[in-house]
């Protein structure tokens, strides 16, 4: 259990609903978690299960209508943000909290200058003069590794690469030395050699700067490589929960192992063809019209009559969470 002191994020039963012609969409059911100072806290899933979701919910970005955050608490630093007028809101937004997307170009301001950019976030919340607020932005290009940044922070974000654009959005978001950084699957965009580039680069600042750090992704290999614990997230519901090291050894919900059978792996020196790559059969369900019980039951080999009861999560030691009538019996199986 963590130390109330040490805790910079502390989420509880979170609900985050759409109101679409279709019907009520439960993006985000009951969803509970926590971040410490420092840490790294992985949200995995297939797309559609929630993760960006929960990154706006926090945020309090959910475009209403038609989304509404309807229940649960969000307390950063001890302050439920879900309590905040919008001109409270917008004083933590990009101060003690900020975000990194998955695609920069759509985040940056075209006609706007990078380091102006920059600036604009820091005089917000910070008061300073503009040459003062400029440096700082020059330095933070410099942290984030981008060659010439006096140069770079009078370009345009078409005139950067996008490797440049995604560190010089990490730059904006870090401006204010916030005490938690949401990453939304930051390397989606860019080539793997960037993007290992990128999360180094994170990590790296997230250590200088003592940050907490909520990592979106649906690549177990960089929650293998960055993160301390994981959350596995299914149809807006939270199934799993563990340390990498307890979640990679003994995944206790069929989906999660579902998940790591389905990375491919390099052939066996010597092997005469590769094995097959697994997959898990059928799609996530629609959220208006979610099967009775368990939503992964309908994919799942594992699947009994009780499944048809939502099961609720299990502690099985350590922290490991798992929402699964069967948990016990996923390891023998597979």
């Known amino acids: 259990m963590a130390d109330k002191s040490d805790l910079v994020l502390e989420v509880k039963n979170l609900k985050t609903v759409f109101f679409t012609n279709s019907g009520l969409f439960k993006a985000v059911d009951d969803v509970s978690f926590t971040v410490r100072r420092g840490e ?3 949200i995995v899933g297939e797309s559609g299960c929630g993760k960006s979701v929960t990154a706006l919910s926090l945020m309090r970005l959910v475009p209403d209508p038609p989304g509404r955050i309807v229940g649960g608490s969000v307390s950063l630093e001890g302050t439920d943000l879900l309590t905040l007028d919008e001109a409270e809101m917008r004083a933590v937004r990009g101060n003690r909290i ?3 997307f998955q695609e920069p170009m759509t985040s940056l301001n075209p006609v706007m200058r990078i380091g102006d ?12 003069s503009a040459k003062e607020a400029r440096n700082i932005a020059v330095e933070m290009l410099r942290l984030v590794r981008i060659p010439e940044p006096a140069r770079r922070a009078r370009e345009y974000p078409h005139q950067l690469s996008g490797g440049m654009r995604q560190r010089a959005m990490i730059a ?4 204010c030395r916030p005490a938690l950084l949401i990453a939304d699957e930051p390397t989606t965009a860019l080539d793997v050699t960037i993007q290992a580039q990128i999360l180094a680069l994170i990590l790296d600042l997230q250590k200088e700067l003592g940050t907490g750090l909520v990592l979106i992704t649906h690549d177990l290999g960089v929650v293998a490589q960055t ?3 994981v959350i596995v997230m299914y ?3 939270k ?48 959220l208006v019209r979610l099967p009775q019980g368990c939503a992964f039951a309908p994919r799942c080999k594992l699947a009994i009559k009780r499944c048809e009861e939502y099961p609720p999560l ?12 069967r948990a016990a019996d996923v390891a023998e199986v597979a």
């Open 235 to 237: 149809a807006g519901r």
């Open 227 to 229: 993160a301390q614990r």
């Open 40 to 42: 790294t806290l992985a």
């Open 172 to 175: 904006m978001a870090l401006a």
């Open 98 to 100: 900020s975000m990194i």
């Open 239 to 286: 199934v799993e929960e563990a340390s990498v090291e307890a979640l990679f050894a003994d995944p206790k919900h069929p989906y999660t192992r579902g998940l790591m059978a389905s990375i491919p792996s390099v052939p066996a020196s010597g092997a005469a063809t590769q094995a097959r790559l697994n997959e898990i059969p059928g799609t996530v369900p629609s």
């Open 314 to 325: 299990q502690d099985w030691g350590g922290g490991h969470l798992a929402a699964c009538w």
């Open 117 to 128: 950019q920059i600036v604009e976030a820091v005089r917000l919340h910070r008061v300073m």
